[in-house]
Structures are given as structure tokens and as C-alpha cells.
């Protein structure tokens, strides 16, 4: 299991609903972000691959446009979930935690604390049922 977790930092679900935010600058998951969220500890969102498979997946969005990481809802929506003054343990808990639990192929949802709320396991096990029957 991760050493640390964004479910400990206090992940900020009832935030994730507000969608009328400041605009921000989108910046690819490069050097300047990464800078600013963790020496810095700005409440700036890294939205990567593993952060766009979990977010896809536990709220099931859809990107709007084909390059989600150029998605500026996307990017808001993400920022909305980072706790205050907890940026830089956010982002690399999400990164760890899409890199380890919430994987591309064969996630391990048996492992996971957000199944409660998580679109893709109640899917699945919808699926499960179903096909049982």
C-alpha cells in the first residue's frame, strides 16, 4: 500500500461541484508545475496521465476536447479537489496512487478507499451482476 495517501491529506469532494472557479493557465505536468506544487506548495493541480485516468474514472468525466490535458474544465475540476495549503502532497499522492492502485489495465479496486464513490467499481459491479445472472 502507498506510504501516504490524498484520502489522508483530506481530499476535497465537496469542492469537485463547484464549477465556477478562477480561470487558470494551463500547464502540461512539466518542470514550472511541478516547481510551483512541490517546493513551492501552490494549490496548483498536475494533471497527467495517471491524474486523467483517475478522475476519468472515479467521476466518470469526459474530456471535451482530444487532448485532455489541454481539457481547461479539467484542470478546474482537479484544482477543485486539492485541500488547501495540501498542493504538493495532493498531486504526488494522485500520481502514486494512479501509478499503483488506479492502473491503466487490471486497477486494484480491492485496494482502493474511493470505491464508495468511484463510477468505474459501480460499474463493474453492475457488470458482475448482470452477467451472473
Not at 46 to 64: E, H, Q
Request: charged share 25%; glycine share 4%.
Amino acid at each position: 500500500m502507498l506510504k501516504s495517501s490524498f484520502f489522508h491529506v483530506g481530499l476535497n469532494l465537496s469542492r469537485a461541484n463547484e464549477l465556477s472557479v478562477p480561470p487558470i493557465q494551463i500547464r502540461p505536468a512539466d518542470g514550472s508545475t511541478y516547481f510551483r506544487s512541490y517546493f513551492e506548495n501552490h494549490d496548483e493541480p498536475l494533471v497527467d496521465t495517471n491524474a486523467i485516468r483517475v478522475v476519468g474514472r472515479v467521476f466518470s468525466y469526459k474530456p471535451k476536447n482530444e487532448r485532455p490535458r489541454t481539457d481547461l474544465y479539467l484542470w478546474r475540476f482537479v484544482r477543485r479537489l486539492i485541500p488547501k495549503t495540501k498542493g504538493r502532497d495532493f498531486n504526488l499522492d494522485l500520481l502514486d496512487f494512479g501509478a499503483n492502485v488506479c492502473t491503466p489495465t487490471k486497477p486494484r479496486c480491492s485496494e482502493c478507499p474511493l470505491v464508495r464513490i468511484c463510477d468505474y467499481y459501480h460499474e463493474l459491479q453492475t457488470t458482475v451482476k448482470l452477467s451472473s445472472t
